[in-house]
């Protein structure tokens, strides 16, 4: 679990804000607050109790996510859940960054996944480097944000970022982004940028999904599995490169 996570946090503040006004203080599993820098400068999440002030309690972080009923030794098990876009707010050093990289019109692409990430979430980076050339084809320029020492794939440009931080700013420049269920589409939809999500089959939209994003999802019943799995291969391999270019393009109307 990572900055996804934190942003689906922070997206239920945002709710509760919307609905009471109150503030939130965001608490793990044995009641003790927590901080993270997914939520610097939120005006709506603070760090520490308010004895004057209504205040939101938000119990979420290890252990206690809103959309895992259980872990097995082999599963995630998952509970539906509809998770609100958060709000990513940047200093002016990360906004200076972002406008100093973010040159022309670019789609952002995300070919890596997070270190021990399922298996079962990886497209191919084949599938990636086929979709980036459908992309020149069509007059779009597929980019990958990383840091010094990432992979980096054949055929699609690189803007280097600095940190996860950075990477959210410059995201909010893309025309649009084709991505992975992860850490990223919940930053696409903290700051409002559209995208693709390539779900497959190890978790499912009715769990980490957004209505503003077009979500890929062809497991029929998402099992979870952190060991690779014959069932999500296959829902993996209904997702061709040409389908996501298709939606894509739908996504660019």
Same mark, same amino acid.
């Given at each position: 679990?990572?900055w996804?996570?934190?942003?689906? /946090?922070a997206?239920?503040?945002?709710?509760?804000? $919307?609905?009471?006004?109150?503030?939130?203080?965001? &608490?793990?599993?044995l009641?003790n607050?927590r @901080?993270?820098?997914?939520?610097?400068y939120?005006?709506i999440?603070?760090h520490r109790w308010?004895? &004057?002030?209504?205040?939101?309690?938000? =119990?979420?972080?290890?252990?206690?996510?809103p959309?895992?009923? /259980?872990?097995?030794?082999n599963?995630?098990?998952?509970?539906?859940?509809?998770?609100t876009p958060?709000?990513?707010?940047f200093d002016?050093?990360?906004?200076?960054?972002a406008?100093?990289?973010?040159r022309?019109?670019?789609? &952002?692409?995300?070919?890596?996944l997070?270190? @021990?990430?399922?298996p079962? @979430?990886?497209w191919?980076?084949?599938?990636?480097? #086929?979709?980036?050339?459908?992309?020149?084809?069509?007059?779009l320029?597929?980019? =990958?944000?990383?840091?010094?020492? /990432?992979?980096?794939t $054949?055929?699609?440009?690189v803007?280097?970022?600095?940190d996860?931080?950075?990477a959210?700013s410059v995201?909010?420049?893309?025309?649009? /982004?084709?991505?992975? $269920?992860? %850490?990223l589409?919940?930053?696409a939809?903290?700051v %409002?940028?559209?995208? &693709?999500?390539?779900?497959? %089959?190890?978790?499912s939209?009715?769990?980490?999904?957004?209505t503003l994003?077009?979500? #890929?999802?062809t497991? %029929?019943?998402?099992?979870?599995?952190?060991q690779?799995?014959p069932?999500?291969a296959?829902?993996? @391999?209904?997702?061709t490169?040409?389908?996501?270019?298709?939606?894509?393009?739908?996504?660019?109307?």
């Amino acid at each position: 679990m990572g900055w996804g996570d934190e942003l689906m /946090a922070a997206g239920e503040a945002q709710r509760l804000f $919307e609905r009471n006004g109150k503030h939130a203080v965001i &608490v793990d599993k044995l009641g003790n607050i927590r @901080k993270h820098l997914a939520w610097a400068y939120n005006p709506i999440i603070r760090h520490r109790w308010d004895r &004057v002030s209504p205040i939101n309690r938000i =119990q979420n972080g290890p252990s206690v996510r809103p959309y895992i009923q /259980a872990k097995t030794l082999n599963n995630w098990l998952w509970k539906p859940y509809a998770p609100t876009p958060a709000v990513l707010y940047f200093d002016d050093i990360e906004k200076a960054e972002a406008l100093r990289v973010s040159r022309g019109d670019f789609i &952002v692409l995300e070919p890596n996944l997070k270190p @021990k990430a399922s298996p079962n @979430k990886s497209w191919g980076r084949l599938n990636w480097m #086929i979709l980036a050339r459908l992309m020149r084809k069509n007059g779009l320029r597929p980019v =990958q944000l990383a840091p010094f020492g /990432a992979q980096v794939t $054949e055929g699609i440009d690189v803007i280097r970022t600095h940190d996860f931080r950075i990477a959210c700013s410059v995201l909010a420049h893309a025309r649009a /982004a084709v991505l992975p $269920e992860g %850490g990223l589409h919940h930053a696409a939809a903290a700051v %409002g940028t559209r995208a &693709v999500v390539i779900y497959g %089959g190890f978790i499912s939209p009715a769990q980490t999904g957004y209505t503003l994003h077009r979500n #890929i999802f062809t497991g %029929g019943e998402p099992c979870g599995r952190r060991q690779p799995c014959p069932h999500c291969a296959e829902a993996m @391999k209904q997702i061709t490169p040409e389908l996501i270019m298709r939606n894509l393009l739908e996504v660019l109307k």
